[in-house]
């Protein structure tokens, strides 16, 4: 089964407000995590990441919170933008010697309406 | 510098043809990942190639491989290919194996 969930597949958000988009992982064990943005017809664009020895990590306008007690995972996106709108998805990343993508598990997406 | 090129972008194929998809990764990323992505199951992991070996394989029928050269550009191959195949298959490339850097796609219809 998936490791990774998102708690809604939609979120709608007015333009100018601030955007949380939340993700669940199972895996106690993960220790990256990723999150992307799709935009209808293009490839995942990663856009932050956190190991798990940080609880916060800011970007640009972006920010994710780690909170390991509970397993869970969330994005903030500051005064969203018609840009912001895509399709948000989290990864995890167990850790193992090799290297490589097989350890790494996406959820399923949740797609963030902008609304005018 | 120039990003993950993914080709051909669209394509059509009956069930029972073959295809080939081509992946060339960022300059100097020697990992190469494959994912195929469908509304139902989200971003799957199909394998991944490091300096021409294939390092890591998901969990799909032996339909589908791939290969890398020398250059680190990739290609997948799917045969047989099944109505439940369309999909949009994604190259990513990295090089330390965990940020991918993802091309934009090649979407595969089956009719």
């Known amino acids: 089964g998936e490791s990774v969930g998102l708690h809604l597949p939609t979120l709608s958000v007015q333009e100018g407000d601030n955007s949380i988009i939340n993700c669940a992982y199972s895996?106690?064990?993960?220790?990256?995590f990723i999150w992307y943005k799709q935009e209808s017809g293009k490839g995942p664009q990663f856009i932050i990441d956190i190991r798990s020895n940080m609880d916060k990590r800011q970007g640009q306008r972006v920010t994710v919170l780690l909170n390991k007690t509970v397993k869970h995972l969330s994005l903030q996106i500051a005064a969203t933008q018609p840009g912001d709108s895509a399709v948000y998805f989290c990864a995890e990343n167990l850790p193992y010697s090799g290297g490589g993508a097989d350890g790494l598990t996406f959820g399923k997406g949740t797609h963030l309406i902008i609304q005018p | 510098k120039a990003g993950v090129t993914q080709t051909p972008r669209y394509l059509i194929k009956t069930r029972g043809q073959q295809v080939t998809l081509s992946c060339s990764p960022i300059s100097g990323h020697r990992s190469v990942s494959w994912y195929q992505q469908t509304p139902g199951q989200g971003l799957q992991f199909l394998f991944e190639?490091?300096?021409?070996?294939?390092?890591n394989k998901g969990n799909f029928p032996g339909r589908f491989s791939g290969r890398q050269f020398s250059n680190s550009r990739s290609e997948m191959n799917v045969s047989t290919l099944e109505l439940g195949d369309s999909a949009l298959y994604l190259c990513?490339?990295?090089?330390?194996?965990?940020?991918?850097?993802f091309g934009e796609g090649s979407r595969l219809t089956v009719l």
């Open positions: 990513a490339s990295s090089k330390a194996g965990r940020e991918l850097f």
């Open positions: 895996n106690s064990a993960s220790d990256y």
């Open positions: 190639y490091f300096s021409e070996t294939q390092r």
